[in-house]
């Protein structure tokens, strides 16, 4: 099994633990006094701080994955004379710079 997979068994196994063991009746403020379990509000904020998690901290789609130059060549077949890849196309001074 992965380990993914083993920590949300235990994270789940523990939050079923912990609601079950919570089930008596206690008062909550939400505009207004509401009697309810215990449970039932523990499982509702849990619920909404995993959804909340979710959305803030979900992976962004989209990105490419590396930044490189693909082809630098033209349709014809020669090198773009623009080339920032290619070495002679540097200045004296972008060599020196870069200890070529």
Same mark, same amino acid.
């Given at each position: 099994?992965?380990?993914?997979?083993?920590?949300?068994?235990?994270?789940?196994?523990?939050?079923?633990?912990?609601?079950?063991?919570?089930?008596?009746?206690?008062?909550?403020?939400?505009?207004?006094?509401?009697?309810?379990?215990?449970?039932?509000?523990?499982?509702?904020?849990?619920?909404?701080?995993?959804?909340?998690?979710?959305?803030?901290?979900?992976?962004?789609?989209?990105?490419?994955?590396?930044?490189?130059?693909?082809?630098?060549? &033209?349709? &014809?077949?020669?090198? &773009?004379?623009?080339?920032?890849?290619?070495?002679?196309?540097?200045?004296?001074?972008?060599?020196?710079?870069?200890?070529?």
């Amino acid at each position: 099994m992965k380990p993914k997979t083993i920590i949300f068994a235990l994270i789940s196994a523990l939050v079923l633990i912990i609601l079950f063991n919570n089930k008596e009746e206690a008062s909550f403020w939400l505009f207004g006094e509401i009697r309810t379990s215990k449970l039932l509000i523990l499982g509702i904020f849990f619920l909404l701080g995993v959804t909340t998690g979710g959305i803030l901290f979900r992976r962004k789609k989209g990105r490419p994955k590396d930044y490189s130059i693909n082809n630098s060549s &033209d349709v &014809d077949g020669q090198t &773009d004379p623009l080339d920032p890849t290619d070495p002679q196309q540097l200045s004296e001074e972008d060599k020196k710079f870069l200890g070529r």
